[in-house]
């Protein structure tokens, strides 16, 4: 019930094109979800976060959308440029349990 | 604003040995977590420090330890090293709550067990 899971696990876009990574999680006393972005020999860095009091939040060509019924939450990325390319991880965390959960990442290649 | 730092950045170890990492967080970051990534595994919760004491800790065997000092530095040890434990180990700070607020990760250090 504390895992938050992540798909694909690997995806490939053209350049141009929008890039979407799924995450669904079981515990609904989860109510902050942000995603990291990880280059290649650097840390994790975070990109953008949203509570469950908002549907969607955007932050640039960024989107996080917030399906609260269902569960899940996805990152969109519109325009997706090859500097992009990078691994994502969604996470969770709730306000009894200081603990961030991760999800397994995704390894995005955005093809020129 | 400096970064968080991580020392060394690069340690060989043989099995059987023990190593220490060690982390500086960012000026004024009372928090600092400590996480294991590999390519087939992600990224791994190790424990989290707060103001010297922790507060969480992940599913890892008892040879790997922490501790964090006054001043917020924090160090992680592992003993009776194992090849399995070649990974990267990362270090993040952050202001409160590490789950609740943004995490600044440092660059990490590669840890290779031959």
């Known amino acids: 019930q504390q895992q938050v899971k992540q798909s694909p696990q690997s995806l490939i876009v053209q350049k141009g094109g929008i890039s979407i990574i799924n995450c669904a999680y079981e515990n609904t006393a989860f109510d902050y979800f942000p995603w990291y972005q990880q280059f290649p020999g650097k840390g994790p860095a975070l990109l953008i976060a949203?509570?469950?009091d908002v549907s969607e939040k955007k932050e640039g060509r960024f989107t996080i959308s917030f399906n609260k019924s269902a569960k899940q939450f996805s990152l969109h990325i519109m325009d997706s440029q090859p500097g992009d390319s990078a691994t994502y991880f969604c996470a969770a965390s709730m306000y009894s349990n200081y603990q961030l959960i991760w999800g397994a990442g995704t390894k995005l290649i955005i093809k020129p | 604003k400096a970064g968080v730092t991580q020392t060394p950045r690069y340690l060989i170890k043989t099995r059987g040995q023990q190593v220490t990492l060690s982390c500086s967080p960012i000026s004024g970051h009372r928090s600092v977590s400590w996480y294991q990534q590999t390519p087939g595994q992600g990224l791994q919760f190790l424990f989290e420090y707060f103001s010297e004491t922790q507060r969480n800790k992940g599913n890892f065997p008892g040879r790997f330890s922490g501790r964090q000092f006054s001043n917020s530095r924090s160090e992680m040890n592992v003993s009776t090293l194992e090849l399995g434990d070649s990974a990267l180990y990362l270090c993040?700070?952050?202001?409160?709550?590490?789950?609740?607020?943004?995490?600044?990760f440092g660059p990490g250090t590669r840890l290779t067990v031959l």
């Open positions: 949203i509570r469950p």
């Open positions: 993040a700070s952050s202001l409160g709550t590490s789950g609740r607020g943004e995490q600044f």
